[in-house]
């Protein structure tokens, strides 16, 4: 037990070490499991693997880039009221507040802002070295999301090739387990990927719905951001939910905004404790209530990268697990053969001689 945990140290050691080639290599995985029924439609109706990957990795870029002008364009061509509703929004909360029962005045408002801006300005080095964070963090992404495409494009295209080139490095019995597992594990992943979608894509259509009852404006833009950013758990909720309620502040006023946050709460929890749970545990054959608790584990360990890989990780410890149990047990032993009957006396025999 001492020398298994150990290695447990040491391993998780070097997975900090070379988490900057790991990630990109796991976005490329999910990626990957997300479009290869495409590329292997494709490579059965005789598409050469490196075309089918190259338009597979293509049609996949239109889509993320369709996907952002469906948020960006909408948002640009109202950018101007979306302004001038927050101002307005900002002078109906002063004047609330300049009123019963908290009376802030205009010089209260003003000495209050003056104290921000000593404060910022105090803080000016701070500011700056959080800006230059968030800026290596925003290159750093861009770095991952390319080294990713790349990748995903070799496994669509080379992928079938890897378990048959593994089976000849392997000696012994290795070269039936591991790859065996890796198979098991590939389809956990697609099995996580498209859950996942399927949830994502309930959130959008339920969300969707509530702000076109509503009548709040923009509400394709919010639907993909709800669907997209339903990847990324308890953050990306939170974020499409927020934005959702600011622009419903702005357009249609406190009262409707109040709806649409009782609708998304609604919906997140629906997601949270009954579709997500539901729907991963049918899929990765997980109970819902390891699901939850993975999700909550992985969040509080590594935050929203832990939350997002929490699933999979336990789905493919699962996986590991109930392998070494098959492989562990023991066979179950054959069914005896039945005896032959013993044949009786034949009633046409003439009797034996006494």
Do not use: C
Not at 135 to 154: D, K, R
Not at 281 to 288: Q, V
């Amino acid at each position: 037990m001492l020398v298994l945990l150990v290695m447990t140290g040491v391993a998780l050691w070097l997975l900090g070490r070379m988490w900057s080639v790991i990630w990109p290599l796991v976005v490329a995985l999910l990626l990957t499991t997300l479009t290869w029924p495409l590329a292997r439609f494709l490579r059965r109706h005789g598409w050469h693997p490196a075309l089918a990957a190259t338009t597979v990795t293509l049609v996949s870029l239109l889509v993320a880039v369709g996907v952002i002008v469906l948020i960006v364009v909408p948002v640009a061509s109202q950018s101007s009221e979306l302004a001038k509703g927050v101002v307005d929004g900002i002078q109906q909360i002063r004047e609330w507040a300049a009123g019963p029962p908290l009376n802030i005045g205009d010089d209260q408002v003003t000495t209050a802002f003056d104290a921000a801006i000593d404060r910022i300005q105090d803080s000016v080095g701070s500011i700056v070295t959080a800006t230059v964070t968030g800026v290596g963090t925003v290159v750093n992404g861009i770095v991952t999301t390319v080294l990713a495409i790349f990748l995903m494009f070799f496994f669509l295209k080379d992928g079938p090739r890897f378990l048959p080139w593994l089976t000849r490095q392997l000696p012994g019995r290795l070269a039936t387990d591991v790859p065996t597992v890796a198979a098991r594990s590939w389809d956990t992943l697609g099995a996580f990927v498209r859950s996942q979608a399927f949830v994502g894509l309930l959130d959008a259509v339920f969300i969707g719905v509530g702000l076109w009852i509503v009548g709040v404006p923009l509400v394709l833009p919010l639907a993909v951001l709800t669907f997209v950013t339903a990847f990324v758990p308890i953050v990306g909720a939170l974020f499409a939910g927020l934005v959702a309620v600011l622009i419903t502040l702005v357009f249609n006023g406190p009262t409707d905004a109040l709806i649409v946050l009782a609708i998304i709460v609604a919906v997140q929890q629906l997601e949270g404790n009954v579709f997500q749970p539901m729907v991963q545990s049918r899929g990765l054959g997980l109970h819902a209530a390891v699901v939850l608790l993975a999700v909550t584990l992985g969040g509080s360990l590594a935050g929203i990268v832990g939350a997002l890989l929490a699933v999979p990780v336990a789905a493919l410890i699962a996986v590991f697990w109930n392998y070494l149990r098959e492989q562990l047990s023991d066979p179950e032993p054959e069914p005896e053969p039945e005896p032959d009957p013993v044949p009786g006396p034949d009633p046409g025999a003439a009797p034996l001689a006494q």
